[in-house]
């Protein structure tokens, strides 16, 4: 059985793939929940791609993925 990709924590929604994560985040982007939820991730937000901490700022993100991840 394949493990989902990625669980949406709002509403629990699984992606088995990029394709259908982004795909789940573009039919909710206007859903406030959702946007809470989602972790801004398309409002200035960003997201580590390779943990998925998430961070207030693009330059956070990159702070942190060159002393964690070596990016
Ligand atoms: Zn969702
Ligand atoms: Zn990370």
Do not use: R
Request: charged share 30%; proline share 3%; net charge negative.
């Amino acid at each position: 059985m394949a493990e989902a990709y990625w669980k949406c924590p709002v509403c629990g929604f699984e992606a088995h793939n990029e394709a259908e994560k982004m795909k789940h985040m573009e039919e909710t982007k206007n859903d406030q929940k959702h946007k809470e939820g989602h972790g801004g991730e398309m409002e200035g937000g960003a997201k580590c791609p390779m943990c998925g901490a998430t961070f207030n700022t693009k330059e956070e993100l990159d702070k942190h993925a060159k002393g964690v991840h070596h990016q």
